[in-house]
């Protein structure tokens, strides 16, 4: 149970968060503040916390901290749900805007629970874990690849920084589940 409500919490602040930081990064809004150092920082955290990668690794992140199967998909679901409905109530006291909440919900709830499971299962030895590790990482580079966080058609310097802090930890993650994978099968034969 507890583990339910901490990944609930945990989605709650990363939507409210998330809507946050797009109203602070945003021109348009009451909130917004462009051409400040918060705003630039706001803009760079806008684009790595937007990304569907991000919303895929809350789920994942979640679904790991749970620890079996069942309780990551369950906690996986939650948290992609709260991180959601939290986005939604939130813009909608910042920008006073309409919502496509249930849409979003609709959609986060079978895909919190795949992979809120697949977090759990980076837990797993030999090549499960190694493919749940890879997940997120190889889903922050093919989005990078096909959906590029470019709001504009001009490059900027928030868009550079938070494609190399993309990519960078990408590659990190690849690297870690590698190691793993690899120091892991030589524990065994060693043993």
């Known amino acids: 149970m507890k583990i339910m409500v901490r990944g609930l919490v945990f989605g709650v602040g990363f939507g409210a968060a998330t809507s ?27 684009l790595l916390m937007d990304a569907g990668w991000s919303w895929a690794a809350l789920a994942v992140v979640t679904g790991w901290l749970a620890g079996t199967l069942t309780r990551g998909a369950l906690v996986g679901a939650l948290a992609l749900v709260g991180a959601t409905v939290a986005y939604y109530v939130t813009d909608l006291f910042v920008w006073e805007a309409g919502t496509d909440m249930v849409k979003w919900v609709l959609a986060g709830l079978p895909l919190g629970l795949v992979l809120g499971a697949v977090g759990a299962a980076i837990r797993r030895p030999g090549l499960i874990g190694l493919l749940a590790a890879l997940t997120v990482p190889v889903g922050a580079a093919v989005q990078m690849v096909v959906m590029p966080p470019r709001p504009h058609l001009t490059l900027t310097p928030a868009i550079v920084v938070a494609e190399v802090i993309v990519w960078m930890a990408a590659a990190l993650g690849v690297g870690w589940a590698v190691y793993r994978f690899r120091a892991q099968r030589r524990a065994v034969g060693v043993a």
């Open 20 to 46: 946050l930081v797009n109203a602070l990064s945003s021109p348009y809004g009451e909130l917004g503040m462009p051409g400040t150092v918060w705003g630039k920082a706001a803009k760079v955290l806008s």
